[in-house]
């Protein structure tokens, strides 16, 4: 097989507003860099480019930033287009990612790894020139639509550490019971802690 | 390896009420026995305990019901405390669990499957009379923690499908994504669909 390529997306402004109650804006652009880390970690050994809307030092070696200033689905579908070599698509807000998914996500045609709300949180395309993405709404949904229509083969990889994306403050919990790395260290050392409620888990700050 | 045995706790009264705005007490009923057939569905071939708190029908053969008035940790710990034969303990509100799920759960151990928000969804325990159950709060952590300290092999099989338990309405999402079999089928026959908001999705009724 050829080479293999990452594209990581990576927003460098206003990104995971709704944890906005919880942490400030430079504490989450603080914490989205340090789950960005624990998703590069993942993907050591590969050729990684950071789609980014400006650029910035993502203080891993081997990942390059490539700016680009349309949104999500311009940006990947215009990269891809042009790609020949293997490539995973690998969303920036999944520390609980490891670097055994990496080797688990190869396949003869497509994989995709669902998120939860119907989401897809990285995608393999073994032929990146023959596929489309669509993210947003139920990705999930329209990606297997796209490779059933497209002739692909497709896997679905299953996990659960993959399907966690940190969106909302209780989604600080999963960091810091599974607690993957530089996310987990840097929640901690800002004061976050899990608290116990009736239920479910949620955060709390000192 | 000997006879392998499965025990699904559930709740014939006051099951799943944080769906309450959303299902009627019936359809709660309906709804939660939809999902313990899909869990059964993938034990086939399996000799299953249901423990319950009172006498239903499961509507599915090599299925028994043993009656239990204790809690949760109380039932399950009287249970595998006389169990010689290595068995699983599944929980029933995660109909997105597939019949090799059950294969890969298999270990020298303990197995534990985590859920999200800190929960066990699913053990596998090849001495049951070894090892003890806390459910409740961050109970993956918890059971980890009892692994390591009876010093049995511990596996964690990561699955986003057996890490998707079924409590709030924004769930039920995840059940029409992807649709497992009776507890799909029961949503749609009372008009759930699928609703899109401007980030996750959700669900709405006719």
Tied chains: 1, 2.
């Excluded at 507003?17 to 050994?45: H, I, N, Y």
């Excluded at 910035?56 to 287009?81: E, K, M, S, W």
């Excluded at 329209?142 to 692909?152: C, N, T, W, Y």
């Excluded at 994306?165 to 840097?186: F, Q, T």
């Amino acid at each position: 097989m050829r080479a293999v390529k990452a594209v990581v997306p990576f927003k460098t402004r206003g990104a995971k507003t709704r944890l906005a109650p919880f942490l400030s804006p430079e504490e989450r652009m603080a914490f989205s860099k340090a789950m960005l880390r624990d998703v590069l970690r993942s993907l050591q050994g590969i050729d990684v480019t950071i789609l980014a809307t400006e650029d910035f030092d993502p203080g891993c070696d081997g990942a390059r930033v490539q700016l680009n200033h349309h949104d999500l689905n311009t940006a990947i579908n215009a990269y891809i287009r042009r790609e020949r070599d293997p490539t995973f698509i690998v969303m920036s807000d999944i520390p609980l990612i490891r670097e055994w998914h990496v080797r688990e996500m190869f396949s003869d045609g497509i994989t995709l790894v669902p998120g939860r709300g119907g989401g897809t949180n990285a995608i393999f395309m073994r032929d990146p020139s023959h596929f489309k993405v669509d993210f947003y709404e139920v990705s999930f949904l329209k990606h297997v639509a796209i490779a059933k229509e497209r002739g692909l083969p497709l896997k679905i990889l299953d996990s659960f550490y993959m399907s966690t994306d940190i969106d909302k403050p209780e989604d600080l919990a999963e960091v810091l019971v599974h607690c993957p790395g530089d996310s987990c260290a840097y929640l901690r050392s800002i004061g976050v802690r899990l608290s116990y409620g009736k239920s479910r888990i949620s955060v709390e700050r000192d």
